[in-house]
């Protein structure tokens, strides 16, 4: 069964703040993908991430993926209001995405 | 379009009733997807278009849920029989052929009544 498992669910975090999301896969897949989804919106592709290694960064946030370790990162450098939402990784697999079930962020004041 | 559009954005179904809920992708975009997300879950997969063609429909609930995609643009997904259980946000992605990158609509909330 495919599974993607993210942690932690829930995160609240100050503003300034540094944090890590991480997220665990079950399948051989050397790519990853993570979303941001705001309250009542729909998803917004955050980053790509295509092969073992790949870093990529986009503002204050910073994903990496280890395939050997089937394990994805998504770092928070000094958070800010903004970035309060919940965030999803997902395996892409062949034709379909398995999603985790999310990880709602709140950066408070 | 500039996005993919999903109508309607919200539907109120009496339970029994059946519902169809449309999905316009990025004008040519191949792939077509569409997903079911429960309240504080992640997306679930329910089924794939490859133009017309219905590739992958493992992730349909029951046979009470039907998609159709019959020019390979719009596609309609219709839940007949609504039960509370289906009340979700049913989400529509799209992307050209060999894309890792989807672009989603911004869902049909589906409320069961």
């Known amino acids: 069964e495919l599974k993607v498992e993210q942690n932690p669910l829930f995160l609240s975090m100050q503003e300034g703040k540094n944090y890590t999301i991480y997220c665990n896969y079950s399948?051989?897949?050397?790519?990853l993908y993570w979303y941001r989804q705001d309250p009542g919106k729909s998803l917004e592709s955050l980053f790509v991430?295509?092969?073992?290694?790949a870093v990529k960064q986009e503002g204050r946030l910073m994903a990496s993926l280890d395939t050997k370790a089937r394990l994805s990162t998504l770092h928070i450098t000094a958070a800010v209001h903004d970035l309060s939402a919940t965030y999803f990784c997902?395996?892409?697999?062949?034709?379909?995405?398995?999603f985790g079930d999310g990880t709602t962020l709140t950066v408070k004041p | 379009g500039a996005g993919v559009s999903q109508s309607p954005r919200y539907k109120v179904a009496k339970r029994g009733q059946d519902v169809a809920l449309r999905c316009d992708p990025i004008?040519?975009?191949?792939?077509l997807f569409w997903y079911q997300q429960a309240l504080g879950q992640g997306p679930e997969f329910l089924t794939y278009?490859?133009?017309?063609?219905?590739?992958?429909k493992s992730g349909l609930p029951s046979d009470r849920f039907f998609a159709e995609r019959p020019e390979g643009s719009v596609s309609t997904l219709k839940i007949q029989r609504t039960q509370q259980e289906d009340s979700a946000v049913y989400l529509c992605?799209?992307?050209?052929?060999?894309?890792?990158?989807?672009?989603f609509g911004q869902g049909t909330r589906l409320t069961v009544v």
């Open positions: 991430l295509l092969s073992n290694g």
């Open positions: 992605a799209s992307s050209f052929i060999g894309s890792y990158e989807a672009f």
């Open positions: 004008s040519g975009h191949v792939s």
């Open positions: 997902a395996d892409p697999g062949a034709g379909k995405s398995t």
């Open positions: 399948t051989t897949s050397d790519r």
């Open positions: 278009f490859q133009n017309e063609a219905q590739l992958d």
